[in-house]
């Protein structure tokens, strides 16, 4: 099986897009955003771990298996995120 050749430029464009969205969230985090404000933060840095994921992991080229498999990490991080979510949203219910 021959694995495709990702070009150098492909690699310092991502390496560039990632610098770019360090920046932006450095400039994020003195502006006043409010409840927005984590929002913003967790949005560029998905966008970031996406960009990693794809390019530097060689997942954009690679087998079906492998994106199960991260797909099932995705899963079972949501599922993580929401019965920690409903413990903590839900608190406010028996406190007295």
Same mark, same amino acid.
């Given at each position: ?7 150098? !430029?492909?690699?310092?464009?991502? &390496? ?13 985090? &003195? ?9 913003? #933060?967790?949005?560029? #840095? ?9 390019? &530097? ?6 087998? !079906? ?7 099932? #990490?995705? &899963? ?14 839900? !608190? ?5």
């Amino acid at each position: 099986m021959s694995e495709p050749i990702t070009p150098t !430029r492909t690699y310092y464009t991502v &390496f560039a897009a990632l610098i770019a969205l360090t920046l932006l969230t450095v400039a994020v985090s &003195f502006l006043e955003l409010g409840a927005w404000h984590t929002t913003v #933060g967790v949005l560029i #840095g998905a966008v970031k771990a996406s960009l990693v994921i794809l390019f &530097f992991m060689h997942l954009l080229h690679s087998s !079906r298996m492998s994106w199960l498999a991260v797909l099932a #990490g995705l &899963f079972w991080l949501a599922i993580l995120m929401g019965l920690t979510l409903s413990d903590y949203l839900t !608190r406010h219910i028996l406190a007295y």
